[in-house]
């Protein structure tokens, strides 16, 4: 069975900091890692995915994500946050079938402006 | 740019009541998927389907049905609604390459 935690409920920064926000998985074999954002009031947008190759993936808006095998982690980072990036971000685990996705309890960005 | 549709947005309905919520997707997916959104438990599968006929049980199943008419419609049905199931729902839907593309969401309160 693929699980996925987010440690982090809740993690304010200011504008123009760094963040990091973390995801932890257990799994069975070959999986598909997601990270998806979601601003109040909307459905869930993808960010970026990982499932094999370089372990540093880029995504949308300036984020990415790096996979450790050894840390069983694959946490989201920015290097510099916006007063937009204010949201609650979700990690996500799937099957090598791809056929579905586990989600963790996600973690609310709140950035100062 | 990928679809998907749900309704309706907003629901109020009473203990024991019948519910479909309705969901089609313009994407030309074959997967399709219901969650709900509850605080301190993230996004949980109640259902999922890969095509039109197909159902498959997801992680949270007790007290809901679904049914996928079409490739491009799948609809969650609660026949006797409870108030443990008062939540925030959302339809998505996803091609081979994994990506899940979600709709609005549709808030039911069962009072």
């Known amino acids: 069975t693929q699980t996925v935690s987010q440690s982090d409920a809740h993690v304010t920064v200011f504008e123009g900091d760094s963040v990091e926000l973390r995801c932890n998985y257990s799994y069975g074999g070959s999986i598909y890692l997601s990270w998806y954002i979601q601003h109040h009031g909307h459905g869930l947008q993808f960010l970026l995915k990982?499932?094999?190759?370089?372990?540093v993936v880029q995504g949308v808006n300036g984020f990415e994500a790096e996979f450790s095998k050894s840390d069983s982690s694959f946490h989201l980072r920015k290097a510099s946050v916006h007063w937009s990036d204010s949201a609650v971000y979700f990690c996500a685990v799937s099957p090598n079938s791809g056929t579905y996705q586990r989600f963790g309890t996600g973690t609310k960005l709140q950035v100062v402006p | 740019e990928a679809a998907v549709t749900q309704s309706p947005r907003n629901k109020v309905t009473v203990t024991g009541g019948n519910v479909t919520l309705s969901c089609r997707q313009t994407?030309?997916?074959?997967?399709m998927y219901w969650y709900r959104q509850d605080t301190g438990h993230g996004l949980r599968l109640i259902h999922y389907s890969y095509g039109a006929g197909n159902l498959q049980i997801g992680d949270v199943p007790d007290g809901y049905k679904a049914t996928r008419t079409t490739q491009e419609d799948f609809f969650l049905l609660l026949e006797l609604a409870s108030p443990s199931q008062t939540s925030l729902y959302f339809c998505?839907?996803?091609?081979?390459?994994?990506?899940?593309?979600f709709g609005e969401g549709s808030r039911l309160i069962v009072v």
């Open positions: 994407n030309s997916h074959n997967y």
């Open positions: 990982y499932y094999s190759g370089n372990p």
């Open positions: 998505a839907s996803s091609d081979v390459g994994n990506t899940l593309y």
